[in-house]
């Protein structure tokens, strides 16, 4: 017999007041607390935050709360889960229960060699692109009430707004850190004795502030028309 959600209206209250009170200047920090308490809120036992980092699409967990760290089934299913989430063109919550799945979507899952018997989860749409996915998981067949799908749909909004914060922090911290480069090298250009000697120096500093193995300067031969 399925185990129905048992997460009151006061208790929403007292958790979301605890919640907002908790965030701080640090959104990183942010999402790992909005995760925890999707934990604590819905009465799961993990939940996850999975976003795509790469162009080839590849899942990373950003943010993981009794999620197990290793491979294993559970980590697999949530991974899964996040990615048909992403991928679906439905932008509300996604329910699954049962050992042989629930509803269509990643309802369809078969959760029982993973030990759980339900989940729920919910798109994460940032800067206008769903680019990721907040996931709560449960060991025994519980009913998500239309509560609950409503408390993981603002979590999710509060995850994107956290990671759209953090996106646009880096972006800054990019330029700054661009633009502190260019005013450097010009400094260096003018006070460069030996234009082969500023080159070296140059590469070494572009490397170096970009953060990549090296830097080269390639020369091509209009002749030759090669490098």
């Not at 908790?22 to 999707?38: C, D």
Request: proline content about 3%; charged content about 25%; aromatic content about 4%.
């Amino acid at each position: 017999m399925s185990e129905r959600s048992q997460v009151l209206p006061s208790e929403i209250a007292q958790a979301t007041h605890s919640l907002l009170s908790g965030l701080g200047l640090n959104p990183e920090k942010n999402i790992h607390l909005i995760v925890s308490k999707a934990a604590d809120i819905l009465k799961c036992d993990c939940a996850a935050y999975g976003s795509l980092e790469t162009a080839e699409g590849v899942l990373r967990f950003r943010a993981a709360h009794k999620l197990p760290a290793r491979p294993s089934t559970v980590r697999e299913l949530a991974r899964r889960i996040c990615s048909a989430i992403i991928s679906g063109k439905q932008a509300e919550a996604f329910l699954g229960t049962g050992a042989a799945g629930g509803e269509t979507g990643p309802g369809a899952f078969r959760l029982g060699r993973s030990g759980l018997r339900a989940f729920l989860g919910h798109p994460v749409t940032v800067d206008g692109r769903k680019s990721g996915a907040l996931v709560a998981l449960h060991g025994s067949g519980r009913e998500f009430s239309e509560t609950d799908r409503q408390v993981i749909a603002l979590l999710a909004g509060m995850v994107a707004v956290e990671d759209l914060r953090l996106q646009r922090e880096e972006a800054l911290s990019r330029r700054i850190s661009f633009e502190i480069m260019l005013k450097d090298l010009s400094t260096m250009a003018i006070d460069a004795a030996d234009a082969g000697l500023f080159t070296e120096h140059a590469l070494a500093m572009v490397g170096s502030r970009m953060k990549v193995d090296s830097a080269f300067l390639w020369s091509f031969d209009p002749v030759t028309k090669t490098l």
